[in-house]
């Protein structure tokens, strides 16, 4: 059996584990919980796809995330779309979205891309509060069905959805890790001139990655509506989005998609774990409080801890 | 874990509250047996903090006084709550949390529209009845049977808020012939400015400055300046606390003058910008949910008034309590004489009575229709009077916010012309 | 719509209303610009500051932007401390790029977090004399409570121009934002130079904060209004450049304040960031940078 074939088949053995250890668990709360911080494993694997790989910073996981949960918002209004296809579409149109940014931008060094992609967000939430059709400021409801197909469960449903969705960017990232794509955002990340120098299509790459990791976070905001009930700019627009991302990939670590996995799981299981027990605002105290203890102590996150106890240094 | 009730200052609740109940109960009983426990989420912290907190204190005022008459069913009660962080995001994990896990007996809502819809489903799916707190509209698409809303504005708000302020201006001489109106855009401000173009449409008063204004903006001269140049006779503004005072600086900085100015602000209510503002309010006429005027008096409000101040001095939190705490505190006595008129924790039970009958509480008495709005909107409009210098002192008394609408509650008369001359 | 007075007083409200962004962008263009130090928790400690000032004057009685200037050094000790910490933890090993930007985003929360659990979630503001007055030459009107920060924040901003021009640690400064090995050659440490610099910074945050205060009442999440603006304002100029900080500062101003009067405050946001976007585009190295970027 090849390495590949092992690889894949151990991340959908986990999916499965998942879903049967949850529904031993037997309650709405489960699926909930399990959603979020898959949810956040899908956003921090996307955003270290471009942090990680090519050392490009995004300050607007928000602003893709929203376009996600808007496209779902607009194509269930218009449409009634299936939520598949709606979370399909999303991916499309956020992935098409980064690859405008990226081509406006990533000709400019590092920090304004970072600029840019901040002020798209500002950019798309005006646009989208100014729109009354997709609910404008007022936000929009989206009422969920009473059952799937499949599960009798909705929240089940939406908890598999995000599996599927996690599992399958965690597999994508695996791969741009082999890859051509992979090594060429690598040397990108080292020294982006002398890359282009050795020949590198450095914009073309860093396109390509832009558009993939815009395309996970739009498709990890599809299904947010559907969570949420009702949805309006500002949640979908949220900081907290752009902050627990990042925040979660430095804390794992940014050599591999091992490192936002790690990151997403601990600190959003430490997050709603704090949001039933110490439930105050000392929540996000917690998370910066981490975050900056992180950086200062274990710059290459709880990956690079693991890889210097193992001897092996600091690889990337 | 859960945050247990304060049970601080309990012989002096126990000792008020029997004062001041002890002709509608009969004598208290102690509470026995397990504690019956109502989870919610509220926001503690994020943008909504100042309000959740003061109702969290009411709330909590409501469950010392309940418990030192006896409990609800004979049992005590218990709040169980989690921090929502003022995120919608948060709140459908809370409330499968309370409902799965905790396994709470009755639940509440959080604060605000933005709050309170993300619940809906989960409420609906486990079928509890569901008294909320200040939403708009968040029942519409659901159609819940055994929801309440514990807010003023009532089913139509888009027309009907803006009411109150109309029929004020009515009492100008000349009739105003003019309006401008401006206001956040969220869903409470566009909703309020609906309401106020429609109102004008019915009247014929002819709108001559109509924008929305984005929750960023620094600098409010641009939209007084604009006002100005179109001189209404009314001025209708629709804002959030931090805008509010912007507005109201640069009416004054610009010398702005209207007939009568005012409409839906939310921010003169509370008390952290009535301190700021002071005299500025002066002549404002101002949407609100109470005010403490004799007209207002119902029973067991003064009580409760004093008894959350006592508290919230020490906490130091919103001081004065008179925009959500009463709110907060009137949506306990639903959801208690609810329960007790069921007789039991049967959620259809209690959803049932929900729309059955009225229900006395410290805002007056409230009626729901079978969508958990109040069957008669409340909106007051109060005008701020005879305010000097900054005191907080002053808002506890009455014939500082004259209460001009609705009828039944009217406590003075209009005095034309913003600024105050 | 097209009245020359409304027009006038937008251009004129919004040249006040750019002081105020120029003074908070000042700051960060000096860190980020200068430095490379890419402060993005610089607003939250405007506010932190906003906080601080607000409780001194309720004190003492004394005017904010006085008072400001008598906390400003405070927090450029403050600040010279922690460019020590950044230098020692990130710059030294090379991390500064991502890992700094981290620290100061986590340093952004905590601040917030830690002023709503001391202070609440409540609104400080300051009553000064002059709240309420304004200077009306002819058709214009000038309020003074956002003159007298506008004067402040063009005294300041003097102030850190002739500094930077001639004193010695100025132009040492100065010199560390174009070539950071040349001072070595001058026997000057550059980490000290740095870290003077970034205490200004952090200094003018806290000027910045005094004349905020004035101009409206401050909470917690204060910082969220400006963060996009200032860093909008600090690349449109073309990074380290201080004089297009200012000029870009009052064009953003105007551009928000004319674009309210004309087409509606709805817009004035996505105007303002639409056009960084353009210029990012078209001009990447900003209005007023040079070609070095």
Same mark, same amino acid.
């Given at each position: 059996m090849s390495r590949l074939l092992r690889f894949h088949l151990g991340l959908a053995a986990t999916g499965i584990v998942l879903i049967f250890a949850l529904r031993l668990i037997g309650n709405d709360y489960a699926w909930y919980t399990g959603y979020v911080i898959l949810q956040y494993v899908l956003l921090s694997v996307a955003w270290n796809v471009l942090a990680g790989y090519a050392g490009y910073v995004n300050f607007g996981t928000a602003a893709f995330f929203a376009t996600g949960a808007y496209t779902t918002i607009l194509l269930t209004k218009s449409l009634n779309l299936d939520l598949v296809l709606c979370v399909l579409a999303a991916g499309l149109i956020s992935g098409g979205l980064g690859l405008a940014v990226g081509w406006l931008t990533l000709r400019l060094r590092g920090v304004y891309f970072s600029i840019a992609t901040l002020s798209l967000a500002v950019v798309l939430q005006t646009l989208v509060v100014n729109w009354s059709y997709a609910g404008g400021s007022s936000g929009a409801y989206t009422m969920r069905p009473q059952g799937n197909n499949l599960f009798g469960n909705y929240s089940e449903f939406l908890f598999v959805l995000m599996l599927v969705l996690a599992l399958g960017a965690i597999a994508a990232a695996a791969w741009i890790e082999r890859s051509r794509l992979g090594m060429g955002l690598a040397a990108i990340r080292d020294d982006e001139r002398a890359a282009a120098a050795a020949g590198v299509p450095t914009l073309r790459l860093k396109l390509i990655a832009t558009a993939i990791s815009g395309a996970m976070m739009g498709m990890a905001g599809a299904p947010l509506p559907y969570y949420a009930s009702y949805l309006n700019p500002e949640a979908a627009f949220s900081l907290t989005y752009t902050i627990n991302t990042m925040a979660m990939t430095l804390i794992g670590g940014t050599q591999s998609w091992v490192g936002p996995v790690i990151g997403a799981v601990l600190l959003s299981a430490l997050q709603q774990g704090a949001t039933v027990t110490i439930s105050s605002a000392g929540n996000l105290l917690i998370v910066g409080g981490v975050l900056i203890l992180f950086v200062m102590l274990a710059p290459k996150g709880i990956l690079g801890l693991v890889q210097a106890s193992r001897g092996k240094g600091g690889a990337a | 874990m859960n945050r247990e009730m304060t049970r601080r200052s309990f012989g002096l609740l126990a000792t008020a509250a029997v004062a001041s109940f002890a002709g509608k109960k009969s004598l208290a009983q102690p509470a026995s047996g397990e504690p019956i426990r109502i989870g919610f989420s509220t926001p503690l912290s994020g943008g909504l903090a100042g309000n959740g907190r003061s109702a969290l204190l009411a709330q909590q005022v409501w469950g010392d006084d309940i418990n030192a008459r006896g409990g609800l069913l004979g049992r005590p009660v218990k709040l169980v709550y989690y921090d929502d962080q003022s995120n919608g995001a948060s709140v459908p994990g809370i409330y499968t949390k309370l409902l799965d896990v905790d396994k709470v007996d009755l639940v509440i809502s959080s604060y605000g529209t933005a709050l309170i819809a993300p619940a809906m489903p989960v409420i609906v799916r486990h079928g509890m009845a569901f008294i909320s707190l200040l939403g708009s509209g968040t029942n519409e698409m659901f159609k819940y049977g055994r929801a309440a809303n514990i807010s003023p504005v009532g089913r139509k708000m888009n027309e009907d808020f803006a009411k109150g302020f109309f029929e004020v201006a009515k009492a100008l001489d000349p009739a105003p012939t003019t309006v401008a109106i401006a206001g956040l855009d969220s869903d409470f401000s566009n909703r309020a400015m609906e309401s106020a173009r429609t109102q004008a449409k019915l009247r014929g008063i002819k709108v001559v400055y109509d924008r929305a204004y984005p929750p960023s903006t620094v600098d409010f001269s641009p939209i007084v300046r604009a006002i100005q140049s179109a001189t209404p006779d009314l001025v209708f503004f629709a804002s959030y606390p931090p805008d509010s005072v912007g507005l109201l600086k640069a009416v004054r900085e610009l010398k702005l003058t209207a007939k009568m100015l005012g409409g839906g602000m939310v921010g003169p209510q509370v008390t952290a910008i009535k301190a700021q503002l002071g005299a500025q309010l002066n002549n404002l006429v101002c949407w609100d949910v109470y005010a403490p005027e004799p007209t207002m008096d119902f029973a067991g409000t003064t009580a409760f008034l004093d008894r959350y101040r006592a508290v919230a001095e020490a906490k130091g939190a919103e001081t004065l309590g008179l925009y959500a705490p009463p709110l907060a505190y009137a949506q306990m006595q639903v959801l208690e004489q609810a329960v007790t008129r069921a007789g039991s924790l049967d959620q259809a039970a209690i959803g049932a009575e929900l729309h059955r009958d009225s229900f006395p509480t410290i805002i007056g008495e409230l009626r729901f229709d079978e969508t958990g709005e109040w069957v008669e909107e409340r909106n007051v409009y109060v005008q701020y009077q005879g305010i000097v210098g900054n005191d907080l002192q002053q808002f506890k008394k009455p014939g500082v916010q004259v209460i001009l609408y609705p009828p039944q509650y009217k406590s003075g008369v209009l005095r034309p012309g913003f600024p105050a001359a | 719509m097209l009245d020359p007075v409304l027009i006038v007083n937008a251009i004129v409200s919004g040249l006040l209303l750019g002081c105020l962004y120029a003074i908070a962008s000042m700051g960060l263009a000096v860190s980020f610009g200068m430095l490379d130090v890419v402060n993005i928790a610089h607003p939250a400690m405007m506010v932190l500051a906003s906080f601080v000032i607000a409780g001194l004057c309720s004190q003492s009685g004394l005017d904010p932007l006085l008072t400001a200037l008598l906390v400003a050094p405070a927090f450029g000790f403050l600040g010279v401390g922690l460019y020590r910490v950044y230098h020692h933890f990130f710059e030294q090993s090379g991390d500064e790029a991502m890992q700094g930007l981290a620290f100061f985003f986590g340093l952004m929360i905590l601040i917030e977090v830690s002023l709503v659990l001391i202070y609440g979630a409540d609104q400080r503001w300051v009553e000064t004399s002059y709240g309420g007055h304004t200077l009306s030459l002819g058709p214009v009107d000038l309020p003074l409570r956002m003159l007298l920060p506008a004067m402040m924040s063009l005294a300041c901003i003097g102030a850190l121009f002739v500094w930077l021009r001639r004193s010695f640690t100025g132009r040492a400064v100065a010199a560390v934002a174009q @070539?950071? @090995?040349?001072?070595r050659f001058l026997a000057i440490n550059p980490i000290r130079i740095k870290a003077v610099a970034f205490g200004i910074s952090v200094a003018l945050a806290a000027i910045a904060a005094g004349c905020l205060i004035v101009v409206q009442p401050v909470d917690a999440h204060s910082g969220h209004v400006f963060i996009g603006r200032i860093l909008a304002i600090v690349i449109l100029a073309g990074l380290g450049s201080l004089p297009g900080t200012l000029v870009a500062a009052l064009l953003f101003g105007v551009i928000e304040n004319l674009a309210a009067t004309l087409w509606?405050?709805?817009w004035s946001p996505a105007v303002a960031f639409g056009l960084l976007l353009a210029v990012l585009t078209v001009r990447p190295q900003g209005i007023f940078g040079g070609a070095h970027t």
């Open positions: - | - | @070539d950071r @090995d040349a001072l509606g405050p709805a």
